[in-house]
């Protein structure tokens, strides 16, 4: 399994997850498509469908192109409702319910981000990647996962460097986004002994240090942690040889 990072952070977010078998599964819809395109090598046959957390636009704003490209897209009522239609490949998925998308299979599960907006984590398994926990736009997750092989997770602000910000609104980053030491609280609060990889997401660019956060994260997990970056690959496999 390789994951593909389009984008991340609040001017866009996507990425991709490819089995060895060609199959695509789409995180996020929130970049140009043309760059998904690009990243496929403007292949989208073996595209088996996208997942979208929210309706904030950095995660959505592409829904409506994906859809008139014959992908079908999953994501919660709130969404369906935003961007849907009768004859829409828009499908609505329920919180704790599992689903197969091709040889993925997905149960979504609410956390808390926007207290208006519903939000979904999705924890997605397939035999070659094992159990993948994907975590954006969040404050707080109420579950805790055994067995996860590879984590995609928010690590959006330093507490210190967004407590001393004069520019975007502190209040709003702390009450809907994961700071990176609640990232590490997050993680340490799991069963961590099966896991590969930790791919650190959605980074601020004013209150945050990619850096920094990635020694944090490395030094209090001792796995193996990336800074998600456009255009970064990574071997997102079940073990790590």
Request: some cysteine.
């Amino acid at each position: 399994m390789k994951l593909t990072v389009i984008g991340s952070g609040s001017s866009g977010n996507c990425y991709l997850l490819k089995s060895s078998s060609g199959e695509v599964l789409i995180l996020e819809c929130g970049e140009k498509f043309s760059k998904v395109k690009e990243a496929l090598n403007f292949d989208l046959s073996g595209v088996v469908g996208a997942l979208s957390s929210h309706q904030h636009l950095d995660h959505c704003l592409e829904i409506n192109t994906f859809q008139k490209n014959g992908i079908k897209v999953y994501s919660n009522k709130s969404v369906v409702e935003k961007f849907g239609g009768a004859k829409s490949n828009l499908i609505c998925i329920e919180p704790n319910k599992q689903f197969n998308v091709g040889s993925f299979s997905v149960i979504p599960f609410l956390v808390r981000h926007d207290p208006i907006i519903d939000t979904f984590g999705f924890l997605i398994n397939h035999i070659e990647s094992g159990k993948i926990v994907f975590l954006t736009d969040l404050v707080y997750s109420k579950y805790s996962f055994n067995g996860i092989a590879n984590w995609i997770i928010e690590a959006n602000y330093c507490e210190n460097l967004v407590n001393s910000s004069d520019g975007f609104l502190p209040s709003r980053v702390i009450n809907s986004h994961l700071s990176v030491q609640n990232c590490i609280k997050l993680l340490q609060a799991n069963d961590l002994t099966q896991t590969n990889n930790i791919c650190l997401i959605h980074l601020s660019d004013k209150n945050s240090h990619a850096k920094d956060f990635k020694r944090k994260v490395t030094e209090a997990t001792n796995k193996l942690v990336h800074i998600a970056e456009p255009n970064l690959t990574i071997d997102f496999d079940k073990t790590p040889f």
